[in-house]
């Protein structure tokens, strides 16, 4: 059984760019379309499980008005049927077609157990039970479809239905979060993007006839060269116009300057007034004009415009505050309209950071009966000689990490690292040093000062040790770093901060990855999956399997490259740790305790797959190079090439 949730989806900026992108394909001298999507709060919540038959069930108390269980016969000609009937799983059953048609599945089972998504809205409550079912497939039969494929299924599950719905309706398959999306001919492009405070978004149906068809005829018209002078501004304000101001409102949510945002949704609203809605009558729309106006909503939002293909279906505010939100939304449903609340929560950026170092060095003996493998000295580029942890340590603070945790066997280890990063040269010392090294001493100084310890005191494995850090965590998403690798960024960002940056746009849990030969996998982890992006830097990891054997790995954990050649990836060394999977390793080592399997090691890489189960995990491929000086090659290699 696997539970699921997909979201409805609310178009921002850049309504009807999805389709006059598409005529790119006959006209090169369109610009490709631009629209700023988000998933919505509301949604369908499914659990879902193999069936030998396509099967849809309704427990949800929002749907007992209308629900009316269906099963159809895994026939394509029978699904095709259902689908070009016009009925309410017309939108599944063209979806399910699709699945048996191109991957030879058998048959699902869905069953709907909540649906906060209101239908016939303009939130893509079609889009929403197409991706719904293109995901219970992939998920069920492990396709391992990637995001966009299951978008782009969802697609054209859809049309084979009756619908001709647009490209950025499926944009509900990425989430509740706002995306970036481009339009060029038959190529799309989906970025997430970063909201720096919180936005408090509503919107709200109308409650009023809107006729979609004739909006798109209507506009269609023009498409794809322009005769008149109308038609040249239309092109205009769906293109280069409308790139202008998706490109101010991305800034104003990367800042956070609601205020400007909500002054661009009423700038927007005004050139779609005035070059946009002359060319359809359809597009008349007195009721939202009304609504936009009111003077009674004006002290409670920044600005607010139209939704979808406009006319007098939805509204949308930026409203100013959580409280002038709730006001907003009673003022309209008080109204006779339906109104719901859309807030965007900036995701947090990574400020903490944890490196175990409370390993003995078994592997470096008898050098690590006096020195800590982690104070090693390694040559560095600039002709400086650092030990291991100092480089680590710097590494964070250019990646903008406030506190960094260490975790110790015990106190006592604790005195090296006090000496080194708190205590203070004497002034002979000082003294000897050149003006370059006693600046670089505050530096050295001003790292300690970020610090703090935890202990280690039983060997229960590297779970066990990253969990001795769950206090100082505090429910904030952790960088973790290994005590004994260092990496090498090939461009001007470090590693960690090249891991916080994509944390930040996807908020999920991390993994760094690097691709391994096929004859080293029996040593690694080897993660596999599907890539999210072009640049094939992206991977939703879809399998964890610890040390396989190389002819396992051949037949079931490659992944392409864009040559089509398959590559298997470990971890590279850093990741990017969300609160659940502390809450996981707490559970692990309570049941091992519950057990009296005190001697059972809590590996960490049993409690991310326990994650990655629930929620997901991606790997990301950065640019750079690591070096493990864990074992005297690996150190030897490391001291060869690290300096270069």
């Not at 009807?16 to 700023?36: E, K, L, Q, V």
């Not at 956070?256 to 597009?283: C, H, N, V, W």
């Not at 392409?560 to 809450?583: C, H, M, W």
């Amino acid at each position: 059984m696997v539970k699921l949730f997909v979201p409805g989806r609310l178009c921002l900026f850049g309504e009807h760019t999805d389709w006059a992108g598409h005529y790119r394909t006959m006209n090169a001298d369109i610009m490709p379309g631009a629209s700023i999507v988000t998933g919505i709060e509301q949604g369908i919540y499914a659990e879902v499980e193999r069936s030998s038959i396509f099967e849809m069930y309704s427990d949800a108390p929002e749907l007992q008005d209308v629900w009316r269980d269906f099963s159809c016969r895994m026939s394509e000609s029978e699904l095709k049927r259902v689908a070009k009937s016009g009925s309410f799983f017309s939108y599944c059953a063209g979806v399910a077609s699709y699945m048996l048609e191109w991957y030879k599945v058998g048959g699902v089972r869905i069953r709907i157990t909540s649906m906060t998504l209101p239908m016939k809205s303009g939130l893509s409550s079609s889009a929403a039970i197409c991706v719904l079912v293109a995901r219970a497939f992939n998920q069920i039969y492990h396709l391992n479809l990637n995001t966009m494929g299951e978008m782009n299924i969802a697609y054209v599950g859809e049309l084979r239905t009756s619908s001709r719905c647009g490209r950025l309706d499926q944009a509900c398959a990425f989430g509740v979060k706002p995306n970036l999306m481009t339009f060029d001919g038959d190529e799309i492009e989906v970025k997430s993007l970063n909201v720096k405070k919180t936005l408090y978004w509503v919107f709200a149906d109308l409650c009023a006839a809107k006729d979609t068809i004739r909006i798109l005829s209507d506009l269609n018209k023009a498409y794809p060269f322009a005769s008149t002078e109308e038609e040249q501004n239309l092109h205009k304000a769906l293109g280069e116009w409308n790139h202008k101001i998706v490109d101010k409102a991305i800034k104003y949510m990367a800042t956070g300057d609601a205020e400007a945002l909500g002054r661009l949704m009423t700038e927007a609203e005004q050139m779609f007034d005035k070059y946009i809605a002359p060319m359809s009558t359809a597009l008349w729309a007195p009721k939202l004009h009304a609504v936009l106006n009111d003077p009674q909503i004006q002290p409670w939002v920044w600005g607010g415009k139209g939704v979808g293909s406009h006319g007098d279906g939805s509204v949308q505010f930026l409203a100013r505050s959580a409280d002038d939100q709730q006001r907003v939304i009673d003022y309209l449903n008080s109204q006779g309209m339906k109104a719901y609340p859309l807030t965007l929560r900036p995701v947090h950026t990574v400020r903490k950071a944890i490196i175990p170092v409370a390993g003995f060095g078994t592997r470096l003996y008898p050098a690590t009966r006096s020195l800590k493998k982690d104070f090693f000295p390694i040559p560095c580029a600039d002709g400086m000689v650092r030990p291991v942890i100092l480089i680590l340590l710097e590494e964070l603070v250019k990646s903008g990490i406030e506190e960094i945790c260490l975790v110790l066997g015990s106190e006592e280890e604790r005195i090296q690292y006090t000496d080194f990063f708190e205590r203070q040269l004497s002034e002979e010392h000082l003294r000897k040093l050149n003006k370059e090294a006693q600046e670089y001493e505050n530096r050295i100084l001003d790292i300690g000062k970020r610090l703090h310890y935890v202990y280690q005191r039983e060997k229960r494995g590297f779970g066990h040790a990253v969990w001795q850090a769950a206090d100082f965590a505090g429910g904030e998403p952790v960088l973790l770093l290994l005590g004994d690798t260092l990496y090498r960024s090939q461009t001007n960002k470090p590693c960690a901060l090249q891991m916080i940056e994509q944390y930040e746009r996807y908020n999920q849990l991390m993994v760094s990855i690097h691709p391994v030969p096929l004859s080293d996998v029996s040593h690694y982890g080897i993660l596999s999956g599907v890539w999210e992006d072009k640049e094939h830097a992206i991977l939703s990891v879809s399998v964890m399997n610890e040390k396989p054997k190389a002819s396992y790995a051949e037949e079931f954990l490659g992944v392409r490259n864009k040559e089509g050649v398959k590559e298997y990836y470990s971890v590279f060394g850093q990741y990017i740790l969300t609160p659940d999977v502390f809450a996981q390793l707490e559970d692990d080592i309570r049941k091992a305790d519950e057990a009296d399997d005190t001697q059972r090691e809590i590996e960490l890489t049993a409690a991310l797959e326990a994650v990655r189960q629930k929620s997901g995990m991606v790997g990301v491929r950065l640019k750079g190079t690591m070096y493990d000086m864990g074992n005297p090659n690996a150190l030897r290699n490391c001291v060869h090439h690290f300096s270069r």
